[in-house]
């Protein structure tokens, strides 16, 4: 064999290892592996833990009287009465809403010696467990509530509560062990006429709403801020944080570790993350938001100030769970969503995290100052001004903080006094207009 015939049969197989390899890189698809929750939130101490029976929490209790309304949403005032109902044993539980006519349901909501816990959202009857204690042989419907009715002239013998899904007019009929209704009405129904008058508004045949009735004076506050390192959160949300590279776009820092993304946008101190693993993949019916949006956020100590369960929701793929700020008792809104934890939800697993990353530490005390807030039939006046303003899709109205930043100093973030109200799911601020007398506003 010839020195050419050699080289030839040399350059052959070279030619055919090369087109071999590249056919394996034009057609090789790596097996990613499913990356499960567990992988990816890391053990990093940010602030604190929470159980979940103290980030679920009455928005506001109403005493209905003779026709007079009463209620409260100081959070020292509804803890006695939490404190009260977490000593009670729910024994059996059924559905009554057939044996109440429609035209009669709001009276039976708000007639006389009815006590009414409203909640932020419905609340799954197998999450209201760790709010309202169930023995373990009840066989609970799977049904959401978001009010829970005390009758206080109800039967003394054999006491009930009433758990309520208001907008669906479904009532349930639970049967408690050691309550005491007497003592609930010297305790808890009889002293009520101290709280705020609240007044009823009439939405439709079947609902109404309830909000204070006589001006109501807070104070302005400014309060110093400490900003979280996202750091912190890197190291807490990515499961091999070495990886992780960064990049500074604008007023945007931007981290990934070639997949998962989390942004943050440095004006205004608010994390994004994303995490697209099985992103088109739906939950399963079985899959309980409220509990998951609260254990991710425990597994890396995220609670960074005062936030409860403000509400979720569902829609064709996704699970959404909001947490709201809340200061001396009162919600918070932020046109930025600094104010809210959001979660959403796909496959079971977390796809999308949005967060404030600072916590308000103390007030500036010479900062602080008292405004006077009007009734609230001046603040529902000022509602059916708005051009396009339906009153059958108000869902709440009631007062609250709306969180904005000092425009000079940026540690600085106040808390403004407002009339707030909830229409078609979204919270917004009331403005009044100038020619209205605002005691200071």
Do not use: C
């Not at 005062?306 to 959404?320: E, I, S």
């Not at 809104?333 to 916590?359: A, C, D, K, M, S």
Request: no cysteine; glycine share 4%.
């Amino acid at each position: 064999m010839t020195y050419e015939n050699i080289k030839s049969i040399i350059l052959t197989i070279l030619v055919l290892v090369s087109l071999l390899l590249t056919w394996n890189i034009w057609t090789y698809q790596p097996a990613y592996e499913y990356i499960g929750r567990e992988e990816l939130i890391q053990d990093v101490a940010i602030k604190d833990k929470y159980d979940i029976s103290t980030l679920i929490r009455p928005m506001k209790i109403l005493f209905h009287h003779d026709g007079i309304h009463y209620g409260t949403e100081e959070q020292q005032e509804i803890e006695r009465l939490v404190k009260e109902i977490k000593r009670w044993r729910v024994q059996a539980i059924e559905q009554i809403s057939p044996l109440v006519a429609q035209e009669d349901f709001t009276s039976f909501m708000h007639g006389k010696g009815k006590i009414e816990v409203v909640l932020p959202d419905e609340i799954p009857l197998s999450t209201l467990n760790r709010f309202i204690q169930f023995q373990e042989d009840v066989d609970f419907p799977n049904v959401s509530v978001d009010r829970v009715v005390i009758d206080v002239d109800g039967n003394k013998e054999n006491p009930t509560i009433h758990l309520v899904n208001y907008d669906e007019r479904l009532i349930y009929r639970a049967f408690v062990h050691n309550l005491d209704l007497l003592m609930v009405d010297r305790s808890f129904f009889g002293p009520s006429v101290r709280y705020d008058a609240y007044r009823k508004i009439d939405i439709s045949p079947t609902k109404d709403i309830f909000a204070p009735f006589g001006e109501k004076k807070l104070n302005r506050m400014h309060y110093f801020a400490d900003l979280y390192s996202p750091e912190n959160f890197k190291n807490a949300l990515f499961s091999d944080p070495s990886r992780v590279t960064k990049e500074e776009t604008g007023s945007e820092e931007v981290y990934t570790d070639g997949y998962r993304l989390m942004t943050i946008d440095q004006n205004y101190a608010r994390l994004q993350y994303v995490n697209p693993v099985n992103a088109d993949a739906m939950n399963t019916s079985d899959f309980k938001i409220i509990e998951s949006s609260i254990d991710f956020i425990n597994e890396h100590s995220g609670w960074t100030d005062k936030y409860l369960f403000a509400g979720w929701k569902r829609d064709f793929r996704d699970h959404t769970s909001v947490f709201r700020l809340h200061v001396n008792g009162y919600p918070v809104i932020n046109t930025q969503g600094l104010t809210e934890i959001v979660q959403i939800w796909r496959n079971n697993e977390i796809y999308e995290y949005v967060r404030p990353l600072f916590e308000l530490k103390y007030t500036i005390r010479n900062e602080v100052a008292s405004v006077t807030l009007p009734n609230s039939n001046i603040a529902l006046a000022e509602l059916k001004r708005n051009p396009g303003f339906e009153i059958e899709n108000l869902q709440d109205l009631r007062i609250g903080y709306e969180l904005k930043r000092d425009t000079i100093y940026e540690p600085v973030f106040i808390l403004e006094p407002i009339w707030m109200y909830q229409y078609r799911d979204n919270w917004y601020k009331i403005s009044f207009q100038p020619k209205e007398d605002l005691g200071g506003m």
